[in-house]
């Protein structure tokens, strides 16, 4: 493993709990069109993925286009929802601490997400100011995650080659992106999640697995 000089971590379901809220927002909207999955389709189906990339398949199963309002209707009802729910990640606070002081505060955010909810989310959960000016959203690069566009503009902004970053991910989708920058990539099984990803991390070519964040820091073993 080559020393780690940065670390670049996702954002939801890495540092905040926002997975079920979303997701519960986002499964009531499509049963109301037609569309009716269980909680765990759900997940399955739209985890690791921004909304707007599954259009598509949106369309196919409610036979109405994802408007331009539909999604700002999304959007509004998911804030809404995050704002009063929202939690972080089990220990994440200390792992985040910890990492900015050995690192030099070379640490980002590097989500699929709307940047816009990556700054609510952070905020809410009082991380934003470990992340103040590197935070970065996959939907204002060029191509989003699985693509590694995000990752690789994370790492540049911090001037760190992209084979000396950790990448910290908890789905599939997220990790091909860390994969595919050329990253070591770091996967994030928590044993309360609601689906165990270890297999399907592994598949797309994360070889470092951990369940808790506070186990992070001694994993990364990086030199202050």
Request: charged share 15%.
């Amino acid at each position: 493993m080559k020393p780690i000089q940065a670390v670049l971590f996702d954002c939801d379901g890495v540092l905040v709990d926002s997975e079920p809220i979303t997701n519960g927002v986002l499964r009531d909207m499509l049963a109301q069109q037609g569309w009716q999955m269980s909680a765990q389709e759900c997940f399955a189906t739209f985890v690791g993925h921004a909304v707007i990339d599954q259009a598509p398949l949106i369309e196919k199963h409610t036979g109405k286009p994802v408007t331009a309002q539909w999604l700002t209707a999304f959007r509004a009802q998911r804030d809404a929802a995050l704002q009063a729910q929202l939690q972080a990640v089990n220990h994440v606070h200390a792992a985040v601490q910890a990492l900015h002081a050995a690192t030099g505060q070379r640490i980002a955010v590097a989500s699929g997400a709307d940047h816009g909810k990556v700054i609510l989310q952070l905020t809410k959960v009082d991380l934003l100011h470990y992340f103040e000016g590197r935070t970065f959203s996959g939907m204002e690069q060029a191509r989003n995650k699985p693509h590694p566009d995000v990752y690789l503009a994370a790492a540049q902004a911090l001037g760190v080659p992209i084979a000396h970053c950790a990448v910290i991910e908890d789905t599939p989708n997220g990790a091909r992106a860390g994969v595919a920058a050329g990253a070591q990539v770091f996967g994030y099984v928590p044993t309360e999640g609601l689906m165990d990803n270890t297999e399907a991390l592994r598949a797309v070519g994360v070889q470092h697995i951990f369940q808790t964040m506070a186990d992070l820091p001694g994993l990364l073993a990086i030199k202050a």
